[in-house]
């Protein structure tokens, strides 16, 4: 009968029943027959020696046996379910398996390995059925033996590659598979063996014989066999193709990370980036991004305009790229470096027509012509005989627009972009596309409300010599850096200055709309002079007839219900003047804190000041107070934004955080307002935050000279020689002229309509101040006499020889003042 090697063994520890052996000769004629087979089939041994095959297997079986011998010679060897025939007729299912016993120098024989099947589970079903079910299932099947060597495997397995099932036998999974981690699935194998607790769903990524081109996934699972007595024979496995499955999973993690890296700010360059740094290296192994340069600035992107010409280009500017692999691929987006693409290439194709461009392996000669430059130079620069890479060019599309082009390049990996991957790469930049032109729709609209706001608020505090000034604004909206609070210096008559902070309701374009507004009207209501208190009553008026004119503009526009964002009643508005002649300063509130006040020595206290109703709230009449700084005092003036915490509110608490702040120093009045902004504000402030630090000045005694003039015409004369003398004191006589003709029409306006004291000041400041006081309390007018008038000229000549002129109201009488500036800076 021949002999058996260690795989015949192992292979016959498979049976479920006891192996019943037989030899046949090529012909499939009987020549040996065993114990074993004569109790399986009832034949003696010399009834048995001598018969055909066919002779041992019912009618139906016995039919294939020419089939099974070509088979066995075509292959070596074949196994199966027969159905075979026992001496008394009955039918006996068994699992028969025919091998090769060819020895050298004898006789071709075939070893035929019977199993009684009986008892086993199933068996009582269609033999061509149960067939089917394990030769023609589309899972691969396979059995191992305890030295993890082929003992079985069916058709399907070979689709994965590896070759036909009878060229596995005896061999292990590294010798037909040796692009997968064959380490790996062995060590699930033996701890299968081990515990026998079966594994299910083991997956396994990695390039197969079958597609040695294309990473391909596969569920794997693992079943002990054992035998009667419980030990174990080997396992059987099943592989799954999950390679689809697998991709299409790639392709949504790919999509989601997309979903939650992509548009992350409203940063244009960024978000490109972000576009790069998604696709690279899970998708891609080289991603640029490159745009259109009125897309950057925020701008509709302008319709591409065709290049024909063989000298003709197109300038993108680069918003993001990716390397894989480069950790020195450091890449500033926001420089966006321009990129000439020639005429007739994909991207400019792509630009134009809006559609994809792939190219399953690009030649590294044609790339320089195909990509631009840099692209083609790094394409140009690949290993020689690398694998040429794939590459994809997508247009940027969002809402009917082009926005640039996507360029994907891959190389590391031995498969090219599909159209799978074409598919891909459209939906995620088509995502991309949407934060990109979100964000470019933000630029555009947060510099336009930019400008607005540069141009509402003041861009550099005007130049005086009362106070040194330094200001912080920080808005609670991030996104669009807009507020409604505001601060701001006016400059007066006296060399006077007014200090103003405010706010109005609401955050961002609208709040800063209205509060473009009310600041306006508070710099034309300065220009009126009056006292803190009356310009916050006359504010009150114009903001609720405002608000009044917006209700009424909106009804008939029938807009529908009217929003809180452009109210301007309910604003607060801090007013305070200084005069650095005497130390004066006196202030208002319209529902609005009061200011703190640094003295000299570092002492910070706050001004008792009625903090008032709101302006357009109604209540009673606003209220002054009226302090005298030492020289070199600091006003806090701030918006409520400035001590905010959330709904808390205490004044005793946030005013000694706020003391706390004050205290500390600082080298510079700039370097101090912005500690005080850190130290109070958070990160993301619950409220818009403007606070106005002035410090005091006091003007020398010797740049001030004021005289007392009795009412008498013939004071007019000596007031003209006293003031001319001064002005030769200070250096500016080419100034007596117009000086003395200024003085003496004040002064004798004010003899001639005036009741009570007279008197005269002139102060020396970035200009040459003029007053005349007198008790009246009648504003003069400026009149335009005719030709033949013999007076009214006065104040028509003083508008005429100085640079500006006007009356201020006191309790006690009126001012009139006019200013003349210096012929140089210097004077």
């Given at each position: 009968m021949g002999t058996y090697d260690e795989d015949d063994d192992a292979r016959r520890r498979f049976d479920v029943a006891d192996t019943a052996p037989l030899l046949l000769d090529t012909r499939g004629v009987v020549t040996s027959w065993t114990r074993d087979a004569e109790r399986l089939l009832g034949y003696a041994a010399t009834e048995a020696v001598g018969m055909d095959l066919a002779g041992l297997l019912a009618h139906g079986d016995a039919r294939r046996v020419p089939d099974v011998l070509e088979r066995c010679g075509r292959s070596g060897g074949w196994a199966g379910l027969l159905s075979a025939r026992r001496r008394d007729g009955r039918p006996v299912p068994v699992m028969a398996r025919i091998t090769s016993t060819h020895e050298p120098g004898g006789r071709a024989r075939w070893l035929v390995l019977l199993n009684e099947m009986a008892d086993a589970h199933g068996w009582n079903m269609s033999r061509s059925v149960l067939e089917k079910m394990i030769g023609g299932s589309p899972i691969g099947i396979a059995m191992v033996n305890t030295d993890l060597r082929f003992v079985w495997s069916n058709a399907a397995l070979a689709r994965f590659g590896g070759g036909a099932p009878e060229r596995r036998l005896g061999l292990r999974l590294a010798d037909v598979q040796p692009g997968l981690d064959a380490q790996a699935i062995e060590a699930q194998m033996r701890?299968?063996?081990?515990?026998?607790?079966?594994?299910?769903?083991?997956?396994?990524?990695?390039?197969?014989?079958?597609?040695?081109?294309?990473?391909?996934?596969?569920?794997?699972?693992?079943?002990?066999?054992?035998?009667?007595?419980?030990?174990?024979?080997?396992?059987?496995?099943?592989?799954?193709?999950?390679?689809?499955?697998?991709?299409?999973?790639?392709?949504?993690?790919?999509?989601?990370?997309?979903?939650?890296?992509?548009?992350?700010?409203?940063?244009?360059?960024?978000?490109?980036?972000?576009?790069?740094?998604?696709?690279?290296?899970?998708?891609?192994?080289?991603?640029?991004?490159d745009l259109l340069e009125p897309v950057l600035r925020g701008a509709e992107p302008a319709p591409a305009q065709a290049a024909d010409g063989?000298?003709?280009?197109?300038?993108?500017?680069?918003?993001?790229?990716?390397?894989?692999?480069?950790?020195?691929?450091?890449?500033?987006?926001?420089?966006?470096?321009?990129?000439?693409?020639?005429?007739?290439?994909?991207?400019?194709?792509?630009?134009?027509?809006?559609?994809?461009?792939?190219?399953?392996?690009?030649?590294?000669?044609?790339?320089?012509?195909?990509?631009?430059?840099?692209?083609?130079?790094?394409?140009?620069?690949?290993?020689?005989?690398?694998?040429?890479?794939?590459?994809?060019?997508?247009?940027?599309?969002a809402r009917g627009a082009t926005l640039g082009v996507t360029t994907f390049l891959r190389r590391h990996r031995h498969e090219p972009f599909d159209d799978d991957d074409l598919t891909l790469a459209e939906d995620l930049v088509s995502r991309a596309?949407?934060?990109?032109?979100?964000?470019?729709?933000?630029?555009?609209?947060?510099?336009a409300a930019l400008v607005l706001q540069r141009n509402l608020l003041p861009r550099r505090l005007p130049e005086q010599d009362a106070v040194e000034v330094a200001a912080c604004y920080r808005p609670a909206d991030e996104l669009t850096g807009l507020g409604g609070d505001w601060y701001d210096l006016i400059p007066l008559s006296g060399a006077r200055v007014a200090l103003v902070v405010g706010e109005v309701p609401g955050h961002g374009i609208d709040a800063a709309a209205a509060m473009g507004r009310v600041r306006t009207a508070v710099r034309t209501l300065a220009a009126l002079d009056l006292p803190p208190e009356e310009i916050l009553a006359h504010l009150d008026d114009l903001v609720t007839r405002m608000d009044d004119e917006e209700g009424t503009a909106q009804a008939e526009?029938?807009?529908?219900?009217?929003?809180?964002?452009?109210?301007?009643?309910?604003?607060?508005?801090?007013?305070?003047?200084?005069?650095?002649?005497?130390?004066?300063?006196?202030?208002?509130?319209?529902?609005?804190?009061?200011?703190?006040?640094?003295?000299?020595?570092?002492?910070?206290?706050?001004?008792?000041?009625?903090?008032?109703?709101?302006?357009?709230?109604?209540?009673?009449?606003?209220?002054?107070?009226?302090?005298?700084?030492?020289?070199?005092?600091?006003?806090?003036?701030?918006?409520?934004?400035?001590?905010?915490?959330?709904?808390?509110?205490?004044?005793?608490?946030?005013?000694?955080?706020?003391?706390?702040a004050l205290e500390q120093q600082a080298d510079t009045l700039d370097v101090r307002c912005r500690a005080v902004i850190d130290a109070l504000v958070p990160a993301r402030p619950y409220d818009d935050v403007a606070l106005l630090m002035a410090r005091t000045r006091r003007l020398p005694a010797d740049r001030v000279a004021d005289w007392e003039l009795p009412a008498d015409p013939a004071a007019v004369a000596e007031a003209r020689k006293t003031a001319s003398r001064r002005l030769a004191e200070w250096g500016l006589a080419e100034l007596s002229f117009t000086t003395e003709l200024v003085v003496s029409e004040l002064v004798t306006n004010a003899i001639r309509y005036a009741t009570g004291p007279i008197r005269l000041r002139l102060i020396r400041e970035r200009a040459l101040l003029c007053e005349v006081f007198d008790g009246g309390a009648t504003a003069p007018h400026l009149r335009h006499p005719r030709a033949t008038d013999e007076g009214g000229r006065g104040l028509l000549l003083v508008s005429q020889v100085t640079q500006r002129w006007g009356t201020r109201f006191l309790p006690e009488g009126k001012i009139i003042w006019a200013e003349q500036p210096f012929a140089d800076s210097g004077g």
């Open positions: 701890r299968v063996l081990e515990t026998g607790e079966p594994v299910i769903g083991y997956e396994l990524v990695g390039r197969v014989r079958a597609a040695p081109h294309r990473e391909t996934a596969h569920m794997l699972s693992f079943t002990r066999l054992d035998d009667d007595q419980g030990s174990a024979m080997g396992v059987y496995y099943t592989v799954v193709d999950m390679t689809e499955r697998h991709r299409g999973r790639q392709r949504l993690a790919l999509l989601d990370r997309a979903g939650r890296q992509i548009g992350r700010s409203l940063d244009i360059a960024r978000t490109a980036q972000e576009l790069a740094d998604v696709a690279v290296p899970g998708f891609a192994d080289f991603v640029t991004v063989p000298d003709d280009f197109v300038t993108l500017r680069r918003a993001g790229r990716r390397t894989a692999g480069r950790t020195d691929d450091t890449w500033d987006a926001s420089a966006a470096p321009e990129v000439v693409y020639r005429a007739g290439s994909p991207a400019v194709r792509c630009l134009l027509g809006g559609r994809p461009w792939r190219v399953e392996r690009l030649d590294p000669l044609d790339a320089a012509a195909a990509l631009e430059p840099f692209v083609g130079e790094w394409v140009a620069g690949l290993p020689a005989g690398s694998e040429p890479p794939s590459a994809m060019i997508v247009p940027v599309r596309a949407v934060c990109l032109d979100n964000a470019r729709r933000y630029t555009r609209e947060r510099d526009a029938e807009s529908g219900p009217r929003t809180d964002g452009t109210r301007t009643v309910g604003s607060a508005c801090m007013y305070v003047v200084y005069d650095p002649v005497d130390g004066r300063c006196s202030m208002s509130a319209a529902g609005h804190p009061a200011p703190a006040v640094v003295l000299p020595d570092g002492t910070v206290t706050f001004v008792e000041l009625p903090p008032g109703a709101p302006l357009g709230a109604g209540g009673p009449p606003f209220e002054s107070t009226e302090v005298i700084l030492p020289e070199g005092s600091t006003l806090a003036l701030h918006t409520d934004g400035l001590l905010a915490r959330g709904e808390r509110w205490a004044l005793d608490t946030d005013r000694e955080r706020l003391r706390q």
